[in-house]
C-alpha cells in the first residue's frame, strides 16, 4: 500500500530533480522547471507535489490570473508511479487553489494519457494551439 500525500511546493529543487530524470521521456520539458523558478515570485502561484512513501512522485503547478481565469503547468507524474491516481490528484489540488471558474492548460494532441486525464478531470477541448520550429 502507498501513502500519497499532495503538499504545496516552495523547493525547486525536487522539481526539477523528477524532470531531469524524465528529460528524455516525450512530453517532458526542462522549460517548466524554469517557469517555476520565475513565477514562484509572485503571490498568485503555487506549486504542489505528490509525495509517495516520502519520495517526490509528482508535481503541477498553478496560477491565477485575471477575471477569475487560472492556468495549470508543468504536471508530470514519476514513471514509476503512474496510473495510480496521482496525475488527478495533483490536477484537483490546482484546480482547488485556483477557485476560478475557467482553467486551462495546454496538452500536445499526441499525448494521450494526458488528454484521457484531463478529460476525466472535467475538462474540455476549446482550441489547438499551432506551434512552429525555426
Not at 529543487?13 to 517557469?35: C, N
Not at 508535481?59 to 477569475?68: E, S
Request: some cysteine; glycine content about 8%.
Amino acid at each position: 500500500m502507498f501513502d500519497i500525500t499532495i503538499k504545496e511546493c516552495t523547493d525547486s529543487d525536487s522539481i526539477t530533480e523528477l524532470f531531469k530524470e524524465h528529460r528524455h521521456a516525450p512530453f517532458t520539458y526542462l522549460s517548466d522547471t524554469h517557469l517555476f523558478r520565475l513565477f514562484s515570485r509572485l503571490k498568485s502561484f503555487r506549486a504542489f507535489v505528490a509525495e509517495v512513501n516520502g519520495r517526490v512522485a509528482g508535481c503541477v503547478y498553478a496560477m491565477k490570473y485575471i477575471y477569475g481565469y487560472g492556468w495549470i503547468g508543468g504536471l508530470l507524474v514519476h514513471k514509476s508511479f503512474r496510473r495510480m491516481g496521482i496525475g488527478r490528484r495533483l490536477l484537483e489540488r490546482a484546480l482547488q487553489f485556483l477557485g476560478p471558474e475557467y482553467a486551462y492548460l495546454f496538452v500536445m494532441p499526441e499525448n494521450v494519457a494526458a488528454k484521457k486525464l484531463i478529460e476525466n478531470v472535467g475538462f474540455n477541448a476549446v482550441y489547438r494551439r499551432l506551434n512552429y520550429e525555426v
